[in-house]
Each structure stands twice: as structure tokens, then as C-alpha cells.
């Protein structure tokens, strides 16, 4: 199956090279863009039979399923249908209407966590996310992420107690693209 999503992610067209800067600020001369992949309903099952197949191999248990907005959103919803567990929705900031919340969906104190992402160059993103279910009283049980861009990412939240599970890596999408 993981070798299904490397191919898919060339064959969608979700690596473009050039110059960008990243939302860490950091500038790179490729761009990994998951949610182009992400809008496709066969990659999203894809995704969430990989990361659920993932997480019951390495004995994580969760209640629920989290994703920080945007890009995790999709990948989230497809997580919690396949693995029949509630879905919370981080937001980048609180909401400065209504009830003001940060996180859709109810957390329970206690309720374990499984956090997702699309890409991850140093983390600070989905870290953020983690801090604020960590605040509302969830423990993160790990984070799986559809690619990490290897910047970091995973010694930032392992010095935090965290664990990246990267579905793929770029040096992985890198070594399939040589041998096309």
C-alpha cells in the first residue's frame, strides 16, 4: 500500500519544483502539495488504511482522531471513518465569535489522541496543534504525518515526547523519482 501512495503522489502531480517558501518560512526549491492529493477520495482511503494499519501494528490505541486545519482536515475525516473514532478539529486560533473555541468536536480529559498532518518540515505546526489538545486535557498518542520533508520535524517532537510516524518520507519520493 505504501508504495501505492508514492506513485500516486507523482502520478497527482503533488511534487512541483521551483522556488517557495515553506510555512515554516523556509525557502525550497521543491513543494510538496498533499492537498492537491488529498482531494482525491481513492488517496484519502489510501491514507487512512495506511495510517490505521500503522498505528494498530505499533499497539496505539486512541479515542479519537485530530487534525489541525487545513490540510489535515480531509485526511483526519477519512482517519476516523476508517477507524470508527470521533473526529476533533484544531484551529490555527481561537475563534473570535460564537463560543470562541479552538478545537471542533469534545475533548474528555484523558482522551488519547491520534494527531494527523499532511507534511512536516520542522513541526511547528502540528506541535502547536498537540500543545492545545495537551491544554484541553488529551494525551497525543502519536502523530502521523503523509510525508515529512525531513527538516526536523521528527527530532522537534520527539525533544517534546511526541512520535512522528511519516508515512513517507522525501528521500523515499526522491529514490522512487530516480527510477522513473
Known amino acids: 500500500m505504501k508504495e501505492a501512495l508514492v506513485k500516486m ?17 523556509r525557502e525550497s526549491d521543491y513543494y510538496i502539495d498533499i492537498k492537491k492529493l488529498i482531494t ?5 482511503k489510501l491514507i487512512a488504511g495506511l495510517m490505521k ?4 501494528k505499533m499497539g496505539i490505541a486512541f479515542d479519537k482522531v485530530a487534525g489541525p486545519e487545513l490540510g489535515a482536515v480531509p485526511i483526519a475525516t477519512a482517519l476516523a471513518l476508517e477507524s470508527n473514532k470521533p473526529l476533533l478539529i484544531v484551529r490555527k486560533k ?8 479552538q478545537i471542533e468536536g469534545e475533548v474528555v480529559p484523558g482522551d488519547r489522541i491520534l494527531l494527523v498532518e499532511d507534511v512536516t518540515t520542522t513541526g511547528g505546526s502540528v506541535l502547536r496543534a498537540a500543545k ?30 511526541y512520535t512522528l510516524i511519516p508515512l513517507v518520507s522525501v528521500s523515499e519520493l526522491f529514490k522512487y523519482r530516480e527510477g522513473l
Open 9 to 25: 503522489i507523482f502520478d497527482e502531480g503533488c511534487i512541483r519544483f521551483g522556488h517557495f517558501v515553506l510555512t515554516s518560512g
Open 40 to 44: 482525491n477520495p481513492k488517496a484519502l
Open 53 to 56: 494499519e500503522e498505528a494498530d
Open 94 to 101: 481561537k475563534k473570535e465569535h460564537g463560543t470562541g473555541k
Open 132 to 161: 492545545v489538545l495537551e491544554d484541553a486535557g488529551a494525551h497525543v498518542k502519536g502523530i502521523f504525518v503523509v510525508v515529512d520533508r525531513e527538516e526536523g520535524a521528527k527530532d522537534t517532537l520527539a525533544g517534546k515526547g
